[in-house]
Antibody, heavy 118, light 101 residues
Framework: EVQLEQSGGGLVHPGGSLRLSCAAS????????IHWVRQVPGKGLEWVSR???????RFADSVNGRFTISRDDTRNTLYLQMNSLRAEDTAVYFC????????????WGQGTLVTVSS | DIQMTQSPSSLSASVGGRVTITCRAS??????LNWYQQRPGKAPRLLIY???NLKSGVPSRFRGGGSGTYFTLTITSLQPEDFATYYC?????FGQGTKLE
C-alpha cells in the first residue's frame, strides 16, 4: 500500500529552524517528484517546493533561500529543512508525490502542523 | 506564472442535488488540470486528472470537463460525504478553493 508518513512538526520561535520528514512506503521515493504544499488553517493550498527524480529542487519565492529539501534514499525519506522561520510560515505542511511535470499529485501525506510563535 | 481562478468560493446545495465549480487559467494549459477534494482535517484527495479523467475508485457522479483556459467540476446526486472543499490545480498553482456546504 502506498503511504506517505509525515513527522517533525511543532512549535518554534520566529527565526528558529525545524525539519519535516516524509517517509514513503509501498513505493520508491526517488522514482517520483515529491512536493511540499502548505495550508494556513482555514485557508487554501499553497505550493512550497519540490524535488525531481534527479534531485533538482525548486521553491516558492516566499521560502526561497530559507527552506531546503534533501532525500535519504536508504531510508526512503524526504526532508524539508526550514530555517529563519516567520509567523507567516505557520501552516499544515503536506508532502505529496507525482510522476513529473504535468502529472497530478496522486498520494498525499497526512500533514503536519508547524506553528511559528513567540 | 500561470494563475488559477476558481469560483464560486462557496456553494450551498442539498443531498441529491447537482453543482458545478469552475476554474479558469490565466493562459492556456490544454488539459493539464486536476481536481482535489479536501475534507476538514484531512489531506487533499485526487479526484480528476487531465481535466476529465476520473481517478480509480472515485464515484462516477464526479465529472470534469473543459480545456484551454476554462474547466469545470460537476458533482451530481450529491451525497453527504461530498460536502467538502474542492481545489483545482495546474503545476504549482492551486485555485482558491470552493467550499460546498
Amino acid at each position: 500500500e502506498v503511504q506517505l508518513e509525515q513527522s517533525g512538526g511543532g512549535l518554534v520561535h520566529p527565526g528558529g529552524s525545524l525539519r519535516l520528514s516524509c517517509a514513503a512506503s509501498g513505493f520508491t521515493l526517488r522514482s517520483y517528484w515529491i512536493h511540499w504544499v502548505r495550508q494556513v488553517p482555514g485557508k487554501g493550498l499553497e505550493w512550497v517546493s519540490r524535488i525531481t527524480t534527479d534531485g533538482r529542487t525548486r521553491f516558492a519565492d516566499s521560502v526561497n533561500g530559507r527552506f531546503t529539501i534533501s532525500r535519504d534514499d536508504t531510508r526512503n525519506t524526504l526532508y524539508l529543512q526550514m530555517n529563519s522561520l516567520r509567523a507567516e510560515d505557520t501552516a499544515v505542511y503536506f508532502c505529496a508525490r507525482d510522476e513529473g511535470s504535468g502529472t497530478p499529485l496522486d498520494f498525499w501525506g497526512q500533514g503536519t502542523l508547524v506553528t511559528v510563535s513567540s | 506564472d500561470i494563475q488559477m481562478t476558481q469560483s464560486p468560493s462557496s456553494l450551498s446545495a442539498s443531498v441529491g442535488g447537482r453543482v458545478t465549480i469552475t476554474c479558469r487559467a490565466s493562459q492556456t494549459i490544454t488539459n493539464s488540470l486536476n481536481w482535489y477534494q479536501q475534507r476538514p482535517g484531512k489531506a487533499p484527495r485526487l479526484l480528476i486528472y487531465g481535466a476529465s479523467n476520473l481517478k480509480s475508485g472515485v464515484p462516477s457522479r464526479f465529472r470534469g470537463g473543459g480545456s484551454g483556459t476554462y474547466f469545470t467540476l460537476t458533482i451530481t446526486s450529491l451525497q453527504p460525504e461530498d460536502f467538502a472543499t474542492y481545489y483545482c490545480q495546474h503545476g504549482d498553482s492551486f485555485g482558491q478553493g470552493t467550499k460546498l456546504e
